[in-house]
């Protein structure tokens, strides 16, 4: 991973860790609405790729009563692309957590678990359209994954070998 500052314009503004870090937390706190153990470490990847990527946002925000997996089965184009997609956001997803880490936003259990920290993210979604609508589909996207709850599904479902 390039060093901060010579990373594109671009890069920097749209994948910072402290944005990354927002919808990741989102999604956790959305799971643990559904299961109060926390969002496995696994799935937690599975975000950003979801939320950050303009295609698979719409789909899943124009859909928010469907289930996950009858969305992403009508809407093929989400899939297409995927696992690459997941392994390019590998490194700002880590950057995500690091923050979160380091300003106490998250917990991480025995089980492996990562819990959000309540009281430490405003719970008020604001920003610009684009940033409020990441951060709302986080949230579908997390509770989706806990009512799921079976993560060799999911995977599959996306196209990738765990």
Known sequence: MKRW????FEIR????????GL??????HGYEEIDGRGMPFSLSLLVLPLCLHKDSREVIANNPRSYLLKTVEGNQQVVVGFAARATQMLPYAFEG?????????????????IRAVPKTVRKTVNGTAET???QKVA????????????????????????
């Open 139 to 162: 949230r579908i996207v997390g509770k989706e994954f806990a009512r799921i709850a079976d993560r060799a599904t999911l995977y599959s479902t996306f196209g990738i070998r765990p």
């Open 5 to 8: 500052d010579q990373r594109p």
């Open 132 to 134: 409020v609508a990441c």
């Open 23 to 28: 919808v990741l937390f989102r999604a956790l």
């Open 97 to 113: 957590f690091g923050l979160l880490m380091d300003k106490g936003c998250i917990i991480v259990g025995e089980e492996g678990r």
């Open 13 to 20: 503004h749209l994948f910072n860790p402290a944005f990354c």
